[in-house]
Each structure stands twice: as C-alpha cells, then as structure tokens.
C-alpha cells in the first residue's frame, strides 16, 4: 500500500501546463515503471476522481481536484489573513507582491497582486511553481528548512540553472542560506529570470514555525537601487502576517 501511494504523486506530477493529458505508455515511459503498472496507477487515481480517462485512453486530471482545492483553501489560513497585508505592501511598494509555500522542494505561489508601476514585473500565476534555489521566496523558505530536506533537494543531480546568475553550486547556496537566517530576508537579482529581482521574509506560524514568505518582484534596475528600503518594507510585512496568524489562532 505505501508503495503505491509513494507512486501517486510522481503521477500527479507529470501533469503540467505544458503537458495537460498522457497515454498509459507514456506515463510508463516518463516514470521509468512497467505499463502494466501504469496503467493501474492512471485507472486507479481516474476511480477516485483525480484524474478522468477518455475514450482514446488519455488521461487528464479530474474534476475532484478543483473539490479538493477548495476544500484545501477553506481550511487554510495564510492566505486570508495574508491578503491585506499584500495589498498594503503592494500599494507601499507599487512592486508585485507574492506570497508561497515551500512543497518539495519547489515554491508554491497562494496569491498575487501586480505591479502598480507603468513599468512592472507580471510575475508567477497563483497557483504555479518554481524551483526553490533560484528566487528569493524559495531561498527563503529553505533557509528555514530542516536540515535533511535541505541536503536531499541540494543532493540532486543538478541545481537547474535559468541564467547566468543562477546559483548552481551546492556550497554556495548553503553559505547563502546561512546569511539568509542570520539577516531574516532574501534577494534575488536576475536568478530566475534575467533583469527581474525579488526579495522575500519569511512568514511564522503561532508557533514559530516558518510556513510561507512574502515578496516582492520587480524590474532589476528598480529594486537593487532600494533595495534596503525595500527589503524594510517586506520584512514589517511578514512580521504582520506572523502577528496576524498568532491572533487569528487564539
């Protein structure tokens, strides 16, 4: 039974914007498994409503994931209580504003709100995500990870690299998220996405416990010349989403 369960979420995985609906023998083949086994796992995850096979044996994902989303979303707090404080330190800061969790190893954006400025930076949807070594919100998380997930995502074969400045090596990344701990923010400079910066804090539980971060994106040239009174700005409004959280839970 665990065996099969470890086997679902890679499933899940191979679904993608990019790449909306498989075949039995192309799921076997992107996941490195027998097709018998593939087929079971696709057929078994279209019972429960996760996934809906067509006539042509293709799969895509089903309807119950939007039930469970919204289910998922009722019964989540940080981005109820996250929200105005987004909005104010959009308005503060007129750069686009985030706010992401940490889900294996890559960042997962809860909300968004674009970029007051003429010249902006659009950003990530809500909803998508993004490797966590390249930006700042996912630095940032990592930097309050456990030790062990931190070792196991740096172990992988490759840190991706996405331009020039993205960092790649290992070592320099953990030296990164020491300083991270230590000064309770992260910058990101071109990282992800060439002449775009980011910088991001992070968000505590009621029990101290890192959960999220908040940043902001923007244009390169524009967020490195502020980027000390910038950083202020996304460091009070982490520390008021982590007060918020403390109260909303009493």
Not at 28 to 51: Q, V
Not at 144 to 158: G, K, N
């Amino acid at each position: 039974m665990l065996q099969t369960i470890a086997k679902v979420g890679p499933v899940l995985d191979l679904f993608t914007e990019d790449r909306t609906e498989w075949g039995v023998s192309e799921a076997a083949e992107a996941l490195g498994i027998p097709r018998s086994t593939a087929h079971s796992l696709l057929s078994s995850l279209a019972e429960t409503g996760l996934l809906m096979g067509s006539s042509k044996g293709r799969y895509r994902l089903g309807w119950r994931i939007i039930e469970l989303n919204a289910v998922m979303h009722a019964g989540n707090d940080i981005r109820s209580v996250a929200e105005p404080v987004l909005l104010d330190l959009n308005e503060q800061t007129g750069e686009t504003t985030n706010l992401g969790v940490l889900d294996r190893g890559y960042v997962i954006y809860l909300d968004k709100l674009a970029a007051r400025h003429q010249v902006g930076v659009t950003g990530v949807r809500i909803g998508a995500k993004l490797e966590a070594h390249c930006s700042a919100i996912g630095k940032v998380l990592l930097a309050y990870e456990s030790s062990a997930r931190v070792q196991a995502i740096l172990a992988s074969p490759t840190l991706r690299r996405f331009t020039d400045k993205t960092i790649t090596d290992p070592q320099v990344l953990e030296h990164e998220l020491e300083m991270i701990r230590s000064q309770g923010v992260a910058y990101e400079s071109g990282e992800a996405v060439a002449d775009v910066a980011c910088i991001a804090a992070p968000v505590k539980d009621a029990y101290g416990v890192v959960v999220a971060a908040v940043s902001i994106t923007g244009p390169e040239f524009r967020v490195d010349a502020h980027r000390e009174t910038l950083g202020r700005a996304v460091k009070g409004a982490a520390a008021d989403i982590t007060a918020r959280l403390a109260i909303h839970k009493r």
